[in-house]
């Protein structure tokens, strides 16, 4: 695949992979994702940088995969908010594939360019998209230990994914 096609078409999960994932029970996933976040991004969540997503909801949802995420943020932490009494319509949401949600995670391609070729979609607030969008640009993943040790695992499997998916 020639670098300009693979610009505009992202390499997707095969559904002899995706499927066994789609078993795994999704309160799993929503269990297990703000935990993950909760550690990765501690320093930032200490420093209020989250407070923007104070008892707001936000819809993440991996295409390929089949996993729908609603997560919030409550009481200086993310939380899973699938159960959520807030309210029952997200704020924002963020769809994507697998592997544009991991080259936006090893920042190997902008979120911009992802919607401008409508790989990644950001519908409800826009104003609550753009804060996120503008929180995520902002992140300084080499003052992180666990963020570089995360670009590095990325930087490494991306390519081996391109090759197995394309």
Do not use: W
Request: aromatic share 8%.
């Amino acid at each position: 695949m020639n670098h300009a096609n693979e610009l505009l078409h992202s390499p997707r999960l095969p559904g002899f992979l995706a499927t066994p994932l789609r078993l795994i029970p999704a309160r799993l996933y929503c269990q297990l994702m703000p935990v993950f976040l909760n550690k990765l991004l501690s320093q930032q969540i200490n420093e209020g940088d989250l407070d923007f997503l104070e008892n707001r909801l936000l819809n993440i949802k991996v295409s390929d995969m089949g996993i729908c995420l609603m997560m919030s943020f409550s009481q200086g932490r993310i939380i899973n908010a699938a159960n959520s009494t807030i309210k029952n319509k997200a704020d924002a949401s963020i769809q994507a594939s697998l592997y544009d949600f991991l080259i936006l995670a090893a920042r190997q391609q902008d979120p911009d360019t992802l919607v401008f070729q409508r790989r990644l979609i950001m519908q409800g607030e826009t104003e609550l998209g753009l804060e996120l969008k503008n929180f995520l640009d902002g992140l300084d993943l080499e003052s992180t230990g666990s963020f570089k040790l995360l670009e590095t695992a990325l930087q490494k499997s991306l390519p081996i994914y391109r090759r197995l998916f394309s």
